[in-house]
């Protein structure tokens, strides 16, 4: 069974970083991508960043210049690096990761940036 475990949320004032980290492990198939998410409170949950297989990534626009997304392929997680956190930035963060098949989810980590 596929789990992922993510770790690195917290509170930070606004400007600080944060690193985030899923570790996926169960994984019986090959990966096509893995990814973060982000729901803020009474919002849809939307993208942050992702990562395919390749080696490609794809950032939201409001992150961009800001996040940046990469992986240990050999230990089968992800890392976002937050810099320049603001306020907007405040949510659950949920890791995916999809096979060919199926996506699969992680229970997330609360990341609150402060003003």
């Known amino acids: 069974q596929v789990q992922l475990v993510e770790s690195g949320g917290g509170l930070v004032q606004a400007g600080g970083s944060l690193r985030l980290s899923c570790a996926a492990s169960?994984?019986?198939?090959?990966?096509?991508?893995m990814g973060w998410y982000r729901q803020a409170p009474g919002e849809q949950r939307d993208l942050v960043a992702s990562i395919t297989n390749g080696g490609s990534t794809d950032y939201a626009d409001s992150v961009k210049g800001r996040f940046t997304i990469s992986r240990d392929i050999a230990k089968n997680t992800v890392f976002l690096q937050m810099n320049s956190l603001q306020p907007k930035d405040t949510g659950v963060y949920y890791c995916?990761?999809?096979?060919?098949?199926?996506?699969?989810w992680g229970k997330g980590t609360l990341v609150t940036v402060s003003s």
């Open positions: 995916a990761l999809d096979t060919y098949r199926l996506r699969y």
């Open positions: 169960g994984i019986g198939s090959s990966i096509k991508a």
